[in-house]
């Protein structure tokens, strides 16, 4: 069972009842942040029910900014940090609305952002989740993601990435395996069937992995390409620090035992194994190797708790193998090649 953050609740109880959707925002030492993130959720068409700000521990003050500049916002403080997955399932807890849309805190969505993708998910029932065209901050024509493609090997590249703007905001939404978590709204249904993010990974490949849960139990993805945020790229955990490249390794490996079909791991393992090489000699030129083999090494060791909760997903599983393998990307080493040196 996920352990659930000892904090302390606070916020306002007048905001207006509007639309079904919860919108939250988590936040750590992100105070410089918040002004425009927060004032590109005022702006949005769609009011949403309510705007949850989880405050992990900061020590900047933002709990307190957020208290005096925007009294609408319900602000919960948490004693400390408890990483993107313990402060997104802080604020899903006590949220009200039917749909939950996660924001990060170094993002600023277009008004129609949450218009949108509340519109996608009442017009398909059977999604369990949408997410955003997502581009850079700057420049803003060139897209960080729209949706992530789960390949056979377990690598995970972002749709559109360094690509330009190709104009296809007009077209309807996409499938995709990933619902990058960065804009991103759950149907509070599935995450009731399939649970919430798994806290044990505490930052970096939760998504993918609750993506990857949601695809098992039946449940649609996709992105929409006319729901638009721009996103200040590791304005809070810098790429490539020891930080992301240990949670990032480690939460790979982790993915892959928990939620691959069996008939699927045993058959695209060795692949798995190429690409972990592949990674530790890419890391290992960057100086990340040490990070790299302690995030494995980590999942070994609590292997008896990754297979407990392998059998859970397995238990709630419902979507065949084949249909699995088939939303898979079989092509896996050129696309992540290219990420990687891009």
Same mark, same amino acid.
């Given at each position: 069972?996920?352990?659930?953050?000892?904090?302390?609740?606070?916020?306002?109880?007048?905001?207006?009842?509007?639309?079904?959707?919860?919108?939250?925002?988590?936040?750590?030492?992100?105070?410089?942040?918040?002004?425009?993130?927060?004032?590109?959720?005022? &702006?949005?068409?769609?009011?949403?029910?309510?705007?949850?700000?989880?405050?992990?521990?900061?020590?900047?003050?933002? &709990?307190?900014?957020?208290?005096?500049?925007?009294?609408?916002?319900?602000?919960?403080?948490?004693?400390?940090?408890?990483?993107?997955?313990?402060?997104?399932?802080?604020?899903?807890?006590?949220?009200?609305?039917?749909?939950?849309?996660?924001?990060?805190?170094?993002?600023?969505?277009?008004?129609?952002?949450?218009?949108?993708?509340?519109?996608? *998910?009442?017009?398909?029932?059977?999604?369990?989740?949408?997410?955003?065209?997502?581009?850079?901050?700057?420049?803003?024509?060139?897209?960080?993601?729209?949706?992530?493609?789960?390949? /056979?090997?377990?690598?995970?590249?972002?749709?559109?990435?360094?690509?330009?703007?190709?104009? !296809?905001?007009?077209?309807?939404?996409?499938?995709?395996?990933?619902?990058?978590?960065?804009?991103? *709204?759950?149907?509070?249904?599935?995450?009731?069937? /399939?649970?919430?993010?798994?806290?044990?990974?505490? !930052?970096?490949?939760?998504?993918?992995?609750?993506?990857?849960?949601?695809?098992?139990?039946?449940?649609?993805?996709?992105?929409?390409?006319?729901?638009?945020?721009?996103?200040? /790229?590791?304005?809070? !955990?810098?790429?490539?620090?020891?930080?992301?490249?240990?949670?990032?390794?480690?939460?790979?490996?982790?993915?892959?035992?928990?939620?691959?079909?069996?008939?699927?791991?045993?058959?695209?393992?060795?692949?798995?194994?190429?690409?972990?090489?592949?990674?530790?000699?890419?890391?290992?030129?960057?100086?990340?190797?040490?990070?790299?083999?302690?995030?494995?090494?980590?999942?070994?060791?609590?292997?008896?708790?990754?297979?407990?909760?392998?059998?859970? /997903?397995?238990?709630?599983?419902? &979507?065949?193998?084949?249909?699995?393998?088939?939303?898979?990307?079989? !092509?896996?080493?050129?696309?992540?090649?290219?990420?990687?040196?891009?």
């Amino acid at each position: 069972m996920l352990h659930k953050p000892q904090g302390q609740y606070t916020g306002s109880t007048n905001c207006p009842i509007k639309a079904d959707v919860s919108v939250i925002v988590v936040n750590w030492n992100g105070r410089h942040l918040l002004e425009s993130c927060l004032a590109s959720l005022a &702006a949005q068409t769609l009011s949403p029910l309510e705007v949850i700000l989880v405050d992990n521990g900061s020590e900047d003050g933002s &709990a307190d900014w957020v208290a005096s500049h925007h009294p609408e916002v319900r602000l919960v403080r948490l004693d400390r940090n408890y990483g993107f997955c313990g402060g997104n399932n802080a604020g899903i807890r006590v949220a009200k609305g039917e749909y939950f849309a996660l924001l990060n805190n170094d993002a600023e969505a277009e008004p129609r952002w949450l218009e949108r993708l509340r519109a996608t *998910m009442r017009e398909h029932a059977g999604l369990g989740a949408c997410d955003s065209k997502v581009y850079f901050y700057e420049p803003r024509d060139l897209i960080w993601a729209s949706g992530a493609d789960y390949s /056979v090997a377990g690598s995970v590249v972002q749709r559109g990435y360094l690509q330009p703007d190709g104009g !296809s905001n007009g077209a309807g939404p996409a499938e995709v395996f990933v619902a990058v978590a960065c804009a991103v *709204m759950y149907r509070r249904s599935a995450l009731d069937h /399939v649970g919430l993010f798994d806290e044990d990974f505490f !930052s970096g490949y939760e998504d993918v992995d609750l993506s990857f849960r949601l695809q098992a139990a039946g449940y649609g993805i996709v992105t929409v390409p006319d729901a638009i945020v721009y996103h200040k /790229v590791s304005a809070t !955990s810098r790429r490539n620090s020891e930080f992301y490249v240990y949670y990032g390794q480690r939460n790979v490996l982790e993915t892959y035992l928990k939620n691959m079909p069996a008939a699927l791991l045993l058959k695209y393992l060795p692949l798995h194994v190429l690409y972990t090489l592949g990674s530790m000699l890419y890391f290992a030129r960057l100086g990340r190797l040490g990070a790299t083999a302690r995030g494995k090494l980590a999942v070994l060791r609590s292997l008896d708790r990754t297979l407990a909760k392998r059998r859970a /997903v397995q238990r709630l599983r419902t &979507a065949p193998t084949a249909s699995l393998e088939r939303k898979m990307s079989a !092509s896996w080493l050129q696309p992540k090649y290219a990420k990687l040196r891009g």
